[in-house]
C-alpha cells in the first residue's frame, strides 16, 4: 500500500471516529493510528477543507458539528466477515438479554450488505462454533449488563443487592458504575460503592436483582483503565517451575492468569516462569493439579506452601 493510499485510509478512519464520538482528542487518534500528533493535526486540516464541519483545537479535542452526517458507507469483504466472530463471541460470553439487543442491531447491519457477501456471512456463520460454557451469569437477572451500561453512559446510580459467599441474605449497595471487564471467567463491574465510600468491584453473578435509580453521580470518576493499570504495581513473585511435556498443555488454558510470562520446551519438559501476585492461595493451589508431574525450580517458599497444603489435605483424608 504506498503512502498516499494510507493517509487516504486514515483520514476516513479518522472521520468515522469523529463520527462516532462526541469528542476526540489528537493524542487519542494518534496513538491509535500510530502516528505523530502532528500528523494528525495535518489530517484534521485535510479534513476541514474538504468541507466537513469540525470544530476544536488542538490540546482540547475536535468534534463534528452536531447533526452532520455523511451517507452510511459500505462494508468491505472483511468488515462483514468479522460480524460472524462478533456475533458468535457476544452470543457466548455476554448475558442473553445483551447478546439478543446485538444481534438485533447486526442484523440492521447485515441488512445493507451486498447479495454475496450475505451469503458468505450466512456459509461462515454456519461454520464457527465457539465451544465451551458461558461465562458465569446470573441467569435470573437477564437484563444486568444494560442496566449498568445504561447507567455509565446516563451517570446515574444503580441499586443492586449483592451476595457474597459469607452471606446467607443478599447486601443493598447502591454504587456508581465505573465500567465492566472479565477476568478469570468472571464478569465484574468496578464501581464507587457509597456504603464503603471507596471503589470496589462486584462479580455480576452475584447480583440477585439490580434497578437505575434517579441519582446522578455524586462525583467524576477516572476511567476503568486507570484502576486496572494500577494493578501493574503490585508486588510480585518470580515462580519458574518445570513440567513435563504431556502435562504441560493441560496449563495453558488458565495460566495466563496466574502471572505467565513465557516458556522453554526441551525434549523431556517444558519450563515456565511466572509473575505471581498471590504465590500462597493462588498459584500454589492451582499447581497443585499438577504437582506429580512438575518440579519447583524457584522460590524455595513456593515448596514449603506446597507441602504445607498437600500435608493439609492428607489429614482431612
Known amino acids: 500500500m504506498t503512502d498516499i493510499q494510507k493517509r487516504f485510509d486514515r483520514i476516513l478512519a479518522i472521520y468515522m471516529h469523529l463520527q462516532a464520538k462526541p469528542v476526540v482528542t489528537a493524542a487519542a487518534l494518534a496513538e491509535r493510528y500510530e502516528v505523530s500528533q502532528r500528523t494528525i493535526y495535518r489530517d484534521i486540516r485535510s479534513l476541514m477543507q474538504a468541507g466537513i464541519p469540525i470544530y476544536g483545537e488542538a490540546g482540547s479535542g475536535y468534534s463534528l458539528v452536531e447533526g452532520y452526517k455523511m451517507p452510511p458507507l459500505q462494508f468491505t469483504r472483511e468488515e462483514a466477515l468479522s460480524f460472524v466472530a462478533a456475533e458468535k463471541l457476544v452470543e457466548k460470553y455476554t448475558d442473553r438479554n445483551l447478546a439478543h439487543h446485538f444481534t438485533t442491531a447486526l442484523l ?5 450488505l451486498r447479495g454475496n457477501e450475505k451469503e458468505q456471512v450466512a456459509l461462515v456463520g454456519d461454520n464457527f462454533l465457539v465451544r465451551g460454557g458461558r461465562h458465569q451469569f446470573n441467569e435470573k437477572l437477564t437484563h444486568g449488563t444494560n ?8 451517570k446515574k446510580c444503580v441499586e443492586i443487592y449483592y451476595s457474597k459467599p459469607s452471606d446467607k441474605t443478599p447486601e443493598r449497595r447502591e454504587i456508581e458504575a465505573v465500567g465492566i471487564f472479565v477476568e478469570s471467567k468472571f464478569w465484574y463491574v468496578l464501581a464507587f460503592c457509597r456504603l464503603r465510600k471507596d471503589y470496589r468491584q462486584f462479580r455480576l453473578d452475584r447480583i440477585n436483582n439490580i434497578r437505575i435509580l434517579a441519582d446522578d453521580f455524586a462525583k467524576e470518576h477516572p476511567e476503568l ?24 498443555r493441560y496449563m495453558e488454558w488458565d495460566r495466563h492468569y496466574f502471572g505467565f510470562q513465557k516458556e522453554t520446551v526441551t525434549d523431556n519438559y517444558v519450563e515456565m516462569h511466572f509473575e505471581s501476585i498471590n504465590m500462597e492461595n493462588g498459584f500454589a493451589r492451582w499447581y497443585l493439579m499438577f504437582a506429580d508431574k512438575g518440579t519447583i525450580i524457584e522460590p524455595e517458599s513456593l515448596k514449603e506452601v506446597v507441602k504445607r497444603l498437600l500435608l493439609s489435605a492428607l489429614e482431612q483424608v
Open 108 to 112: 440492521k447491519m447485515k441488512a445493507i
Open 147 to 154: 442496566i449498568l451500561i445504561e447507567s455509565i453512559a446516563a
Open 225 to 248: 483503565s486507570s484502576f486496572l493499570n494500577k494493578r501493574h504495581d503490585v508486588p510480585t513473585t518470580k515462580v519458574v517451575v518445570q513440567v513435563d511435556k504431556d502435562m504441560a
